[in-house]
């Protein structure tokens, strides 16, 4: 069946810009989670969702990091007045449920900030 | 709270060589312990998981780790390294009682002469 999906592949965008990452998680996957990916580094991780609401935002950096998941399914993190130090990529992964499931990850989506 | 060490940020082999792929944990409670692989331009795809069954864990493509809870270790090991194993490998740590986030390690790369 279908993996994760993210969209775009790749986001090139100007100091200050807003921009906005989506991901399509395995369908009837509940928990849905976002990492980020600096060069050099292991994924950290930035938020988690069960259903529609956000379970855990601990990891975002600052309030210029926002997440949605509407509808339980489609998430969509957004940034804003983005920054060089905000370039890296950014990973999704979804699991049937979350205590203990596997999380399945998409292919990413790379941010570069000019 | 919990954190990963791989001791090695590259590893290189000539194929058909053994593999091995160092990794401590350290954990305040009952871990559960993974390896992901991530190749070029791919996402990150989930090679083996303990969860306190067996000490010994056989993976995808011929991989496996062992638990050892004196030494707080889980390499990675396979016997004969094939030139398409090149890539990054990630251990990574998480609780295996309830919601947990994955805690990534920093990857080592792993470079397969022939």
């Known amino acids: 069946g279908a993996g994760v999906s993210q969209t775009p592949s790749n986001k090139v965008t100007e100091k200050g810009k807003y921009v906005e990452l989506r991901c399509d998680p395995i369908s009837g996957h509940t928990a849905l989670y976002w990492y980020r990916q600096s060069l050099g580094q292991g994924p950290e991780f930035l938020i988690y969702f069960q259903g529609t609401g956000a379970a855990d935002d601990s990891g975002l950096p600052n309030d210029r990091f926002f997440a949605v998941r509407p509808e339980g399914s489609v998430s969509t993190l957004k940034i804003q007045r983005t920054e060089r130090g905000d370039s890296a990529v950014y990973l999704c992964?979804?699991?049937?449920?979350?205590?203990?499931?596997?999380?399945?990850f998409g292919p990413g989506t790379r941010l570069t900030v000019l | 709270a919990q954190s990963v060490t791989q001791l090695d940020s590259h590893v290189s082999v000539s194929e058909g060589t053994p593999v091995l792929l160092r990794c401590n944990y350290s954990s305040s409670y009952s871990p559960s312990l993974f390896w992901y692989v991530q190749h070029p331009n791919k996402g990150l795809q989930l090679l083996l998981k303990y969860t306190s069954a067996a000490t010994l864990v056989k993976g995808i493509n011929g991989f496996e780790a062992e638990f050892k809870k004196s030494e707080t270790s889980f390499h990675l090991t396979k016997p004969s390294a094939h030139m398409s194993d090149a890539a990054e490998y990630f251990c990574?740590?998480?609780?295996?009682?309830?919601?947990?986030?994955?805690?990534f390690g920093k990857g080592t790369m792993l470079l397969v002469s022939p």
């Open positions: 990574v740590v998480s609780l295996q009682e309830g919601y947990s986030t994955l805690t």
């Open positions: 992964a979804s699991s049937l449920a979350a205590s203990g499931d596997t999380q399945y």
